[in-house]
């Protein structure tokens, strides 16, 4: 049942239709419902386009993340709604551009004498041997992996019911960790409030700083999942970014992971780098946070 996106009251219709001719976008042809609880209207996005919906996700407006994981996208359990899905691969694509150019432009170790090989290794990259297509399908590994890592831990964190837990921890728990079994909800909560990625799209256009310009966003889109995890659960922000953090830790050792093991760190000749070369690993493992 729809509800309320105010005060979360659940009403039977969000709109009445009288008039088909009408352009309901427009907001014609349309009535919309009014909430017996606090007598607004129950979904005003109702009759808003896309391009508002998107101002106020930014925005971290609680109504319009309510509109879309209550009211409009679909309720299953175990699939996902098709604008979801194609969100998701959007997301996707333009995450392995992202990264991938970030990459690029980190600057080159400086090397000594006694760490050439090591050196040249990293510095001309193990990934530029292969062929385009197989650096291409790398950092889309690399990138659906790391989502993966963000979504499944705050799914099966969530999946665990209290009740069969120890009583000794249980108390504990429930402080901590919110319990919410829909897992396809909580997917979707994180697809839409990842929205915010799509902003460094005007580096095609604009030459801006790639490296802070990630940094920005990538910390925008943590306080939007903690926001949209926080609407949808009703857990409040402390536990919603204890979600957060452990998807965004094992994200970022999964990324580590990967790009250590196409030879930026200990490499497979087995050479040791020295600090200076640690610190540039630790910078591109960072680059791929996001």
């Not at 950092?139 to 705050?154: C, D, E, G, N, Y």
Request: glycine share 6%; net charge positive.
């Amino acid at each position: 049942m729809p509800i309320c996106i105010t005060c979360r009251h659940p009403v039977p219709v969000l709109y009445t239709t009288y008039s088909k001719a009408d352009d309901r976008a427009l907001g014609k042809g349309v009535r919309l419902t009014q909430c017996p609880n606090c007598k607004g209207f129950a979904d005003k996005y109702v009759e808003h386009d896309f391009v508002v919906l998107f101002i106020d996700l930014v925005l971290i407006k609680s109504e319009v993340y309510r509109h879309l994981l209550f009211n409009r996208l679909t309720h299953s359990d175990t699939h996902f709604d098709r604008s979801i899905l194609r969100l998701g691969i959007l997301l996707l694509l333009f995450d392995v551009y992202l990264t991938w150019a970030r990459i690029e432009k980190l600057p080159a170790p400086s090397s000594s004498s006694s760490y050439t090989n090591a050196a040249d290794t990293l510095n001309g990259n193990i990934l530029q041997t292969y062929p385009l297509v197989l650096q291409y399908f790398f950092f889309l590994s690399l990138v659906f992996a790391s989502t993966l890592a963000f979504h499944i831990p705050i799914r099966l964190l969530c999946a665990i019911n209290p009740l069969n837990l120890p009583h000794t921890i249980r108390g504990v728990w429930v402080r901590v960790v919110p319990y919410y079994p829909h897992n396809t909800r909580i997917s979707t909560a994180l697809l839409v409030s990842s929205c915010t990625k799509l902003f460094p799209i005007v580096l095609i256009i604009w030459d801006y700083d790639l490296p802070s310009s990630a940094t920005a966003v990538s910390w925008a889109v943590i306080v939007n999942n903690i926001a949209a995890l926080e609407i949808l659960m009703d857990c409040g922000y402390l536990r919603a970014g204890v979600l957060v953090a452990v998807g965004a830790g094992a994200r970022s050792l999964v990324a580590w992971g990967m790009v250590r093991g196409v030879g930026l760190g200990t490499g497979w000749e087995g050479y040791s780098v020295d600090e200076s070369v640690r610190g540039w690993i630790g910078e591109m493992a960072r680059a791929v946070r996001v």
